[in-house]
């Protein structure tokens, strides 16, 4: 059982950043990519990036050139610095990861960010 655990949500200015984390129990290189996806109130779950362990990087067009994902393998680690925060950002922020395969979803319990204008 793969395990996610997200740190770094929190309340911030409009404008402001947030540095989100999410630490995987096991090889990034045992799993297809990570993800951070986030659910905003009343909306459906959807991707913001994904970054794989080759370094392979996508965004959602409503954060390119705001956010970054990076990785770490050693940590096994993904972030999300999340730069010139708006509040349409405000919602709960999920690490998601799959099985090599891309068979079976993981994910965290969610970290809120909120985003006050």
């Known amino acids: 059982q793969v395990q996610l655990v997200e740190s770094g949500g929190g309340l911030v200015q409009a404008g402001g950043s947030l540095r989100l984390s999410c630490v995987s129990s096991?090889?990034?290189?045992?799993?297809?990519?990570m993800n951070w996806h986030r659910q905003l109130p009343g909306k459906e779950r959807e991707l913001v990036a994904g970054i794989t362990h080759d370094g392979s990087i996508k965004y959602a067009d409503s954060v390119k050139g705001r956010f970054t994902i990076s990785g770490d393998n050693a940590k096994n680690m993904i972030y999300l610095q999340m730069n010139s925060l708006k509040p349409e950002d405000t919602a709960v922020y999920y690490c998601h990861a799959a099985d090599f395969f891309g068979v079976i979803d993981y994910w965290g319990q969610g970290t809120q960010v909120t985003v006050s204008s």
């Open positions: 096991v090889s990034i290189f045992t799993l297809n990519g």
